[in-house]
Nanobody, 118 residues
């Protein structure tokens, strides 16, 4: 089992920045990929960014160039730096981890709210 605890959400004006943190209960070395998803009201959950065990990253087109995913292996933490925030970035952001040990296992955090509004 893996527990994921997000923090860092809040309210910010358009153009502002936030950094989300995801504290992982196990070593990041034991996981195959980490990522961030978001879900806006009335919409499906969608991928924002992920980073694989080889440190390859991938971003949704809507956030590319504005968001950066990174990892801190010493502190078992995954970050999402969000810059130049827009109202359409408003959503609940979820941390996600994937572990492949024979079968594939998915883990989710409880989510943190990000609101971008003037």
């Amino acid at each position: 089992q893996v527990q994921l605890v997000e923090s860092g959400g809040g309210s910010v004006q358009p153009g502002g920045s936030l950094r989300l943190s995801c504290k992982v209960s196990r070593s990041l070395f034991s996981l195959n990929a980490m990522g961030w998803y978001r879900q806006a009201p009335g919409k499906e959950r969608q991928l924002v960014a992920f980073i694989s065990e080889g440190s390859a990253t991938n971003y949704a087109g809507a956030v590319k160039g504005r968001f950066t995913i990174s990892t801190d292996y010493a502190n078992n933490t995954v970050y999402l730096q969000m810059n130049t925030l827009k109202p359409e970035d408003t959503a609940v952001y979820y941390c996600h981890a994937r572990e492949v040990v024979g079968s594939s296992y998915m883990y989710w955090g409880q989510g943190t709210q990000v609101t971008v509004s003037s």
